[in-house]
């Protein structure tokens, strides 16, 4: 039997090059510059006994059941978590997903995108904040599986209440504030809810820019525990789950 070659991070580098330049219209110009951020996502090589495979660091991430949440919340992206979200919970609805968070925050309907996805699911989301969750991340962060979730020691948590920019006519400016009340409030009963602090109060705590070190969030109910020690490894952790399904 003629066994195919896998193919390699430079094949694969020049194929991705050739769908893109074809999906752009043949602009050799907008392919180079998608190309660049693309090669800014460094590759991972993995041997075994039918040869290479290569794979972008954060789809080898999702094979240990991690989602990487590192930028600003906007549509494309909270499709790309709800996405592995889906993902993960079928394929296995009772092995804990990993959600790493370090995100200034977003759009807040592309935010509550994920977080009812992540309430959908049967799957426990642990969350873990490794440098910054502010406004709708802090959301996300909040609202881990109970018991599992995390923040590294020198991570910022921030709350605050939403914030928009509004045009056009008198109207429809107060159709869009009386809108971003609405999500504010809701976010305030999201906070109570998983944070266990009265609405009022979570109200009062986020009218301004609200900072916290993870030791106060972790005193705020945001988290569950501060991951000190280098030891406290969620990756090592999914790998062991891993072993012991494979074993059972």
Same mark, same amino acid.
């Given at each position: 039997?003629?066994?195919?070659?896998?193919? *390699?991070?430079?094949?694969?580098?020049? =194929?991705?090059?050739? *769908?893109?330049? =074809?999906?752009?219209?043949?602009? =050799?110009?907008?392919?180079?510059?998608?190309?660049?951020?693309?090669?800014?996502?460094?590759?991972?090589?993995?041997?075994?006994?039918?040869?290479?495979?290569?794979?972008?660091?954060?789809?080898?991430?999702?094979?240990?059941?991690?989602?990487?949440?590192?930028?600003?919340?906007?549509?494309?992206?909270?499709?790309?978590?709800?996405?592995?979200?889906?993902?993960?919970?079928?394929?296995?609805?009772?092995?804990?997903?990993?959600?790493?968070?370090?995100?200034?925050?977003?759009?807040?309907?592309?935010?509550?995108?994920?977080?009812?996805?992540?309430?959908?699911?049967?799957?426990?989301?642990?969350?873990?904040?490794?440098?910054?969750?502010?406004?709708?991340?802090?959301?996300?962060?909040?609202?881990?599986?109970?018991?599992?979730?995390?923040?590294?020691?020198?991570?910022?948590?921030?709350?605050?209440?939403?914030?928009?920019?509004?045009?056009?006519?008198?109207?429809?400016?107060?159709?869009?504030?009386?809108?971003?009340? *609405?999500?504010?409030?809701?976010?305030?009963?999201?906070?109570?809810?998983?944070?266990?602090?009265?609405?009022?109060?979570?109200?009062?705590?986020?009218?301004?820019?609200?900072?916290?070190?993870?030791?106060?969030?972790?005193?705020?109910?945001?988290?569950?525990?501060?991951?000190?020690?280098?030891?406290?490894?969620?990756?090592?952790?999914?790998?062991?789950?891993?072993?012991?399904?494979?074993?059972?």
């Amino acid at each position: 039997m003629t066994r195919h070659p896998i193919p *390699t991070r430079r094949a694969a580098h020049a =194929a991705a090059r050739e *769908t893109t330049r =074809a999906a752009l219209g043949g602009s =050799a110009a907008l392919a180079a510059a998608f190309e660049t951020r693309a090669m800014l996502v460094p590759m991972v090589i993995e041997s075994s006994s039918r040869g290479e495979r290569a794979y972008d660091i954060y789809s080898r991430l999702l094979k240990e059941r991690i989602i990487f949440l590192g930028d600003t919340i906007e549509d494309h992206v909270a499709n790309l978590i709800i996405a592995q979200l889906l993902f993960l919970e079928s394929e296995d609805p009772d092995k804990d997903i990993n959600l790493y968070i370090n995100s200034p925050g977003g759009v807040v309907t592309s935010g509550l995108a994920i977080y009812d996805t992540m309430e959908y699911l049967r799957a426990p989301v642990a969350t873990i904040c490794i440098g910054m969750a502010a406004s709708m991340a802090s959301v996300l962060l909040a609202a881990g599986a109970k018991g599992k979730r995390y923040s590294l020691p020198n991570s910022r948590i921030m709350i605050h209440q939403g914030s928009g920019g509004f045009r056009g006519n008198t109207p429809d400016v107060l159709i869009q504030v009386r809108e971003l009340e *609405t999500l504010s409030e809701r976010l305030h009963e999201i906070l109570a809810q998983h944070t266990g602090q009265p609405v009022e109060k979570v109200r009062r705590d986020t009218d301004r820019d609200y900072f916290m070190s993870p030791e106060q969030a972790r005193s705020y109910g945001i988290i569950d525990e501060v991951m000190a020690r280098p030891g406290v490894s969620l990756i090592a952790k999914a790998k062991d789950e891993r072993a012991k399904a494979g074993e059972g």
